[in-house]
């Protein structure tokens, strides 16, 4: 299956799913850094054609850090329209939230699916002191007990 992705001259469009994995305590969420990022966001990646949403998460989080058998629950769509050199990228991005109930035993590590791929557990009530992308999506995160919330348009340039 391929990737939900349009892409037309220097416009792209990606549908993706991202995750609010929490600790069993929520005192801690994971978010994934590239190797040469400044920024965190949460982790996920893109819906294949014909698969829902639900299904791509768990996919992802399974592709990406091996975890297995996590409940995930809607709880916000976020939309962004980002101008990257001279190309754009509009990206709508469904989020659920879990809780990982095994120990953490690292607070960074690599993903298992590629080694560019960096995640960390940081501690919930210091989010602020990371730059989040997109930043609204803090809202999402802060929020966690409700549901369908729509983060609105954030267009920022690269």
Not at 134 to 158: H, L, T
Request: contains cysteine; hydrophobic residues 35%; glycine residues 4%.
């Amino acid at each position: 299956m391929e990737d939900i992705i349009y892409k037309r001259d220097k416009f792209y469009f990606i549908y993706r799913v991202s995750a609010v994995i929490f600790n069993k305590d929520k005192t801690k969420i994971l978010l994934f850094y590239g190797n040469d990022s400044d920024y965190y966001m949460l982790p996920g990646g893109k819906v294949h054609e014909l698969e829902n949403s639900q299904k791509a998460i768990k996919r992802e989080i399974l592709e990406e850090l091996g975890f297995k058998n996590l409940k995930f629950d809607f709880i916000g769509i976020s939309e962004e329209i980002v101008k990257d050199k001279d190309f754009y990228v509009h990206q709508l991005t469904l989020t659920y939230k879990c809780i990982y109930e095994g120990e953490i035993i690292e607070q960074s590590f690599k993903s298992l699916e590629s080694d560019w791929i960096n995640f960390k557990w940081i501690d919930l009530d210091k989010i602020k002191n990371y730059n989040i992308h997109p930043r609204n999506i803090i809202q999402i995160i802060r929020n966690n007990d409700s549901i369908n919330r729509i983060v609105e348009v954030n267009i920022w340039k690269e």
